[in-house]
């Protein structure tokens, strides 16, 4: 596959987002006062602490986000108490195809990618077209690269292994089927653990992966044994405010809900059963009681 073709490819599979109508997330009033009363009631609890109450005997902990949009400050403190809780044996896998044995041989291969993008830009009269589209793909690896990088610098920082564990086609030679995905994600993280390469692991996976969505009958869980999935936890990492993002509708947009100064960690069954991960006009998107718990984030 010639460079262009590559970065096209990669582009629209991390990138591509459908524009849906929003509906409203925000649940009744006594939803949000519940959200008000937990988050009030942590002010003065320690997060770590609470934290190691929930994942303490867990080997494996899907950390539901939203690519690319939630603050990385927060997702690197989770990872470093994460790493104080399990101890350096300990791991942290990302929703990445499946082709290095460390995730910062990816991140290089990136960095790699945006030179000779750049390069090309530089060094060829291309058409108009041709000029955008590579402009997009440097756009979209720059985007990959600092978003991920903190997190993967927080891992070894840490002392701990950081891995990519998604389907091996996907993003580069072809999109593998969304069960396919969810299929090679759960015998990764498995294998992982079985062959002790990681005694636990935090994943961090797109929410949609995590629940049926999409208009698919399966997630990630259900391909997990059940001797690991009884040792596993669902965590919606969840900001305050995303009403920012450039595609239609996240969870909290449009919606006044409680800030909290800290990040807080809650039971997620203290929101009404209808309320929306991602509130576009779809029965199957996933509901925050899908996860087990909530880690709430301030805003910024």
């Not at 104080?84 to 942290?92: F, W, Y």
């Amino acid at each position: 596959m010639n460079l262009k073709k590559f970065s096209i490819v990669f582009l629209l599979l991390f990138f591509t987002m459908k524009g849906h109508a929003q509906s409203s997330i925000c649940g009744s009033a006594s939803s949000l006062s519940n959200i008000i009363e937990e988050t009030n009631s942590q002010e003065k609890l320690d997060t770590k602490s609470r934290l190691e109450n929930l994942i303490g005997v867990k080997s494996l902990v899907f950390a539901g986000e939203v690519h690319f949009h939630t603050n990385t400050k927060y997702l690197s403190e989770l990872i470093k108490m994460f790493a104080q809780i399990k101890g350096k044996t300990a791991c942290v896998a990302f929703e990445f195809a499946k082709r290095d044995h460390q995730f910062n041989v990816y991140l290089d291969k990136i960095s790699q990618a945006i030179q000779a993008l750049e390069q090309e830009l530089l060094s060829n009269e291309l058409d108009e077209e041709s000029n955008l589209q590579f402009q997009e793909a440097v756009k979209a690896y720059s985007q990959l690269k600092e978003y991920y990088l903190p997190l993967n610098e927080a891992a070894l920082n840490a002392g701990l292994k950081a891995f990519a564990v998604d389907h091996k086609d996907h993003g580069f030679t072809g999109e593998a089927s969304y069960s396919d995905r969810n299929k090679a994600m759960a015998a990764n993280l498995e294998e992982l653990i079985t062959t002790k390469k990681c005694s636990s692991i935090l994943y961090f996976v797109g929410k949609a992966h995590l629940s049926t969505s999409l208009g698919t009958t399966d997630k990630v869980q259900d391909y997990i044994s059940p001797e690991l999935l009884e040792k596993s936890i669902t965590m919606n990492i969840q900001m305050t405010n995303e009403a920012s993002l450039p595609f239609a509708g996240r969870t909290w947009a449009g919606c006044k809900a409680h800030t909290p100064n800290k990040p807080v960690i809650f039971r997620s069954d203290i929101f009404e059963n209808n309320i929306s991960i991602m509130p576009f006009v779809r029965e199957e998107m996933p509901l925050l009681i899908d996860y087990e718990f909530t880690y709430l984030l301030p805003s910024e």
